[in-house]
């Protein structure tokens, strides 16, 4: 179980947030604070291991509370709640674990927690090159205007749309102006290229059908065609892979 710190201005966001995480087994205690300097003064004497922190609040704000928390010894992992989607790469810049827009949705502060857990074990971990590998790459992604990140092993299959590529997660898809052939080349350790319109993450194969006239494999509830090109590359690749297909 963990310790976490919840920090913002608003009472009954706090309340709501904390609601939330209580239903959550491996959350324990849950500290609150109504500031940032509030904040600091818990944080100074107790020890936490995740901070649940609102971005606009008065005086310090939680990214001046996230750069004062750098000089702690026992840093926890930064999570920003907010209805702000416009400040995710500043959030990013100042190492947060995540970024989880108001009003927050009970999976999605699930997968929330589940980061910051991965965290946890990253930082526990010996600083082999192994354990850096295991951290995840964001991609910086354009979506009404707004930029913001997201994990790559959130992306389930990319779709060719000329010059574009198109990253379709679970909850939405994103353009990114990067041909097909880079993103086969960057991300050959965990996509395969199923078809001239697309790549496939191998750890979010549901199901396969490669025998008959029209092989096809399902990737997030998406049904995608495997040409027959790229068939047989794709044969070895799942051969050579410890892969069980997602139900």
């Keep these: ?46 020890s936490v ?35 702000d989607e416009e400040s995710a790469l500043e959030a990013f810049d100042l190492a947060a674990v995540d970024y989880l827009l108001k009003p927050v949705r009970t999976e999605r ?10 965290a946890m074990k990253a930082q526990a971990a010996p600083a082999t090159d192994a354990a850096a590998a295991a951290q995840p790459e964001l991609i910086a992604v354009t979506l009404g205007g707004t930029t913001r990140m997201i994990r790559r092993d959130e992306v389930r299959y990319v779709q060719a749309q000329g010059d574009y590529a198109r990253l379709h997660t679970e ?39 490669l025998g008959g006239d029209h092989p096809s494999v399902t990737v997030g509830g998406a049904e995608l065609p495997v040409s027959r090109r790229c068939l047989p590359a794709l044969r070895e690749r799942l051969e050579s892979t410890t892969i069980r297909p997602r139900s």
């Excluded at 990067?178 to 549901?206: G, N």
Aim: no cysteine; aromatic share 6%; glycine share 4%.
């Design 1 to 46: 179980m963990i310790s976490v710190l919840i920090a913002d201005d608003e009472q009954p966001a706090i309340e709501e947030l904390a609601f939330l995480l209580g239903q959550d087994p491996r959350i324990g205690v849950i500290h609150q604070a109504p500031s940032g300097a509030e904040a600091i003064r818990l944080l100074t004497r107790e």
């Design 49 to 83: 291991d995740a901070a649940f922190l609102d971005i606009h609040m008065p005086g310090l704000s939680g990214f001046d509370l996230a750069r004062a928390l750098q000089r702690f010894e026992r840093r926890p992992a930064l999570v920003f709640v907010t209805a």
């Design 109 to 118: 502060l699930h997968r929330s927690v589940t980061r910051v857990i991965e």
């Design 171 to 209: 909850e939405a898809s994103y353009l990114v102006r990067v041909p097909m052939s880079d993103l086969e080349r960057q991300w050959s350790d965990a996509f395969v290229r199923i078809h001239r319109s697309y790549l496939v993450a191998i750890p979010h194969l549901a199901r396969l059908r």
